[in-house]
């Protein structure tokens, strides 16, 4: 009985020393959750809701993209970093033309390349000025003809941008470090490795969650189609805890994307960068919404004012990182509260859920870059506004 203790308690310690203790500071967020969720049932309801939308509106697009990005690498055995290396005069178009994309997948495609020391802060740039985040998703159903012109526009707008500020400040300004090997994921030893079966369970959750999440994006009423009450609150929910959970357990690094592509397969790193994002995303979500639930005001009060401020406003507001203070402000211009000279800063502006990781892996140049989007958001948001408003 003695010897079964000693060896129950050495277990423990080793588990102790070799998952927890390294991940403390995510287990840390967890117990919060855990906390939030059991103050109120009220709270309940904000904090289930918000890791519900962190999955189905950022958590699915960001995997598909990436499964689709990786998948291309591997199928044609190439590596997006290095074709962007070799592309030093076109690095700011292929980064615009992906941060145009609907969605946050393609702009963190790029804040990868930056990470990894590939992308120029001049194409790091360029995607922040090009996306528009899961608002695009919004707009393109409500006035698909508006969404393209935003999106054309911030193609533009990034593209040029990116370029010029090369042209400036060099293809090395700020330019992230290449990750040190010895910084990869250890497979051997576990700490980033995920089980097969916990793999398998994220990739199968995927698709509904895809299904559900595309769904939404385009305005249909999941529940009232399925004839399931709660159905997408409690799915998303799940899918954000289970994220959230092999977030916190599968290693001690800040993220898979500072290794290298043959550091292990397509499945697992779709795993691991997903949830190195949603980790962020659940925590903005969360600010946001608690922030609403606790001064009962949101975003949509700031515009509230005189017309020729509200381009402004839109700026100010793309600042925050995150895709939900984007999307209030893409339903307010659909429901005519604010004129299109607003989303037009707006859209310019904000940086969509990409942010998260580059001020995780790179804060100095999120900070410079984030400023240096509000220029061309200033010059296409008022210009519009005195020329066609």
């Known amino acids: 009985m003695t010897e079964l203790a000693i060896r129950s308690g050495q277990t423990l310690l080793a588990f102790w020393a070799g998952r927890v203790a390294p991940n403390g500071r995510k287990l840390l967020l967890l117990m919060v959750l855990a906390l939030l ?45 290095e074709v962007m290396a ?6 700011p178009a292929i980064a615009a033309f992906l941060g145009a994309l609907p969605g946050c997948g393609g702009a963190i495609i790029v804040v990868t390349q930056y990470t990894r020391g590939y992308a120029s802060f001049g194409a790091f740039v360029s995607v922040l000025v090009a996306t528009m985040g899961d608002a695009a998703f919004l707009l393109i159903a409500r006035e698909p003809m508006t969404g393209l012109l935003v999106m054309a526009v911030g193609l533009g707008a990034g593209t040029l941008s990116g370029m010029i500020i090369d042209r400036l400040h060099g293809v090395d300004f700020l330019r992230a470090k290449p990750a040190d090997p010895a910084d990869a994921i250890d497979l051997d030893t576990g700490s980033g490795f995920i089980p097969p079966w916990a793999k398998s369970l994220w990739l199968v959750l995927l698709v509904p969650g895809l299904v559900m999440g595309a769904s939404m994006a385009f305005l249909v009423d999941v529940d009232a189609v399925t004839g399931i009450d709660g159905l997408t609150i409690w799915f998303g ?128 140049a999120a900070f410079v870059a984030t400023i240096y989007s509000a220029v061309p958001a200033l010059i296409i948001g008022y210009g519009w506004f005195f020329l066609f408003e």
């Open 86 to 91: 070799r592309s030093t005069h076109w690095q």
């Open 237 to 364: 929910f799940a899918g954000a805890a289970f994220a959230l959970l092999l977030w916190a357990l599968s290693g001690n690094g800040n993220s898979h994307i500072l290794c290298p592509a043959d550091t292990t397969g397509v499945g697992e790193r779709v795993v691991i960068d997903t949830n190195f994002v949603t980790a962020w995303v659940v925590m903005a979500f969360l600010a946001y919404e608690i922030s609403v639930y606790a001064f009962g005001a949101d975003v949509s009060v700031l515009f509230g004012a005189w017309a020729p401020v509200m381009p402004l406003v839109g700026i100010l507001v793309g600042f925050v990182p995150g895709c939900g203070p984007q999307i209030v402000v893409t339903s307010l211009y659909l429901a005519g509260a604010i004129p299109l000279s607003a989303q037009f800063a707006n859209a310019i502006a904000n940086d969509g859920d990409a942010l998260f990781p580059a001020l995780a892996l790179a804060p100095r």
């Open 37 to 81: 969720l059991m103050s109120s049932a009220e709270m309940a309801e904000v904090v289930m809701q918000a890791m519900s939308d962190a999955y189905l509106a950022v958590t699915v697009f960001v995997a598909a993209t990436l499964a689709l990005f990786y998948s291309a690498e591997k199928l044609f055995k190439v590596d997006l970093g």
